[in-house]
């Protein structure tokens, strides 16, 4: 069984800050890409940033040098580091990692559970 889990949303201000977090547990052989996503009411999940396993990354262009995701691989994390918020980043936020587990020769797609994150003043 794996489980992907996220944490660290919450309610801040316009020009604040957060980092989500995002722990991959189980039996994992390992873990190829990992991401963010978010998503608003009635809109389509969107892409927010990615990273490959040895860390090359890519970023929707209006999150682009505000925020930074990283990944531990020793700790099957990833983070997303969130600066100058904006009230148009509300959203749900989504971890995604592609997987493979003990006794598997392929990846799977996992998603977290979503945290909220709401700016607002």
């Known amino acids: 069984q794996v489980q992907v889990v996220e944490s660290g949303g919450g309610l801040v201000q316009p020009g604040g800050s957060l980092r989500l977090s995002c722990a991959a547990s189980?039996?994992?052989?390992?873990?190829?890409?990992m991401g963010w996503y978010r998503q608003t009411p009635g809109k389509q999940r969107d892409l927010v940033a990615t990273?490959?396993?040895?860390?090359?990354?890519n970023y929707a262009g209006s999150v682009s040098g505000r925020f930074t995701i990283s990944r531990d691989n020793a700790k099957n994390t990833v983070y997303l580091e969130m600066n100058s918020l904006k009230p148009e980043d509300t959203a749900v936020y989504y971890c995604?990692?592609?997987?493979?587990?003990?006794?598997?020769?392929?990846?799977?797609?996992?998603w977290g559970q979503g945290t909220q994150v709401t700016v607002s003043s």
């Open positions: 995604n990692a592609r997987i493979q587990k003990t006794g598997f020769s392929y990846s799977v797609s996992y």
């Open positions: 990273i490959t396993r040895d860390s090359t990354t």
């Open positions: 189980g039996s994992i052989v390992s873990i190829y890409n």
